[in-house]
T-cell receptor, first 107, second 113 residues
Framework: KNEVEQSPQNLTAQEGEFITINCSYSVGISALHWLQQHPGGGIVSLFMLSSGKKKHGRLIATINIQEKHSSLHITASHPRDSAVYICAVGGADGLTFGKGTHLIIQP | KAGVTQTPRYLIKTRGQQVTLSCSPISGHRSVSWYQQTPGQGLQFLFEYFSETQRNKGNFPGRFSGRQFSNSRSEMNVSTLELGDSALYLC????????????FGSGTRLTVV
């Protein structure tokens, strides 16, 4: 069974700061997903990665398959980025999720 | 293009009752998976269906079941509800399998009293 560890659990930062959220997993995977969840529950899929790096707007996600590690970066953070960010890894037995990182960006 | 639709959005049930939740995937998506989210356990995988067949099942008791219809719509059922079943239940659809991305619905918040 895959174990997914995220850090930090909570992060408060000022608007404009560069944000990094980390995710480590224990077993080889088919793909890694970064998800965003706002209050109210809806989940948005931000990235699906199997190698390398992806960028979408101010968000960048990287993955190192050998080290079983991924990072999500937010550049020029904004209060609307405040949300819970969840790392999930895909395998033969479905998605396994990290506990999430609760991010608050203060104006 | 319509997203993943879950109904109902909110539900209150009494302990011992049963409940059925519905999920309509994005048109053309053939895989539907279900997840339970609680404050204590976080997000956990329940099961996945593809072309009306259960492909994977998480570590949940037999009270949790599901099915998928020929139009890819899926339902999950929880029988003999317990207080601990109170949770946000999310479904996600995918084109085919885990090598494609997932699109999540807004969830059904179930409260068992």
């Amino acid at each position: 069974k895959n174990e997914v560890e995220q850090s930090p659990q909570n992060l408060t930062a000022q608007e404009g700061e560069f944000i990094t959220i980390n995710c480590s997993y224990s077993v080889g995977i088919s793909a890694l997903h970064w998800l965003q969840q706002h209050p109210g529950g809806g989940i948005v899929s931000l990235f699906m990665l199997s190698s390398g790096k992806k960028k979408h707007g101010r968000l960048i996600a990287t993955i190192n398959i050998q080290e079983k590690h991924s990072s999500l970066h937010i550049t020029a953070s904004h209060p609307r980025d405040s949300a819970v960010y969840i790392c999930a890894v895909g395998g033969a037995d479905g998605l396994t999720f990290g506990k999430g990182t609760h991010l608050i960006i203060q104006p | 293009k319509a997203g993943v639709t879950q109904t109902p959005r909110y539900l209150i049930k009494t302990r011992g009752q049963q409940v059925t939740l519905s999920c309509s995937p994005i048109s053309g998506h053939r895989s539907v998976s279900w997840y339970q989210q609680t404050p204590g356990q976080g997000l956990q995988f329940l099961f996945e269906y593809f072309s009306e067949t259960q492909r994977n099942k998480g570590n949940f008791p037999g009270r949790f079941s599901g099915r998928q219809f020929s139009n890819s719509r899926s339902e999950m059922n929880v029988s003999t509800l317990e207080l601990g079943d109170s949770a946000l239940y999310l479904c996600a659809s995918s084109l085919a399998d885990r090598y494609y991305g997932y699109t999540f619905g807004s969830g059904t918040r179930l409260t068992v009293v």
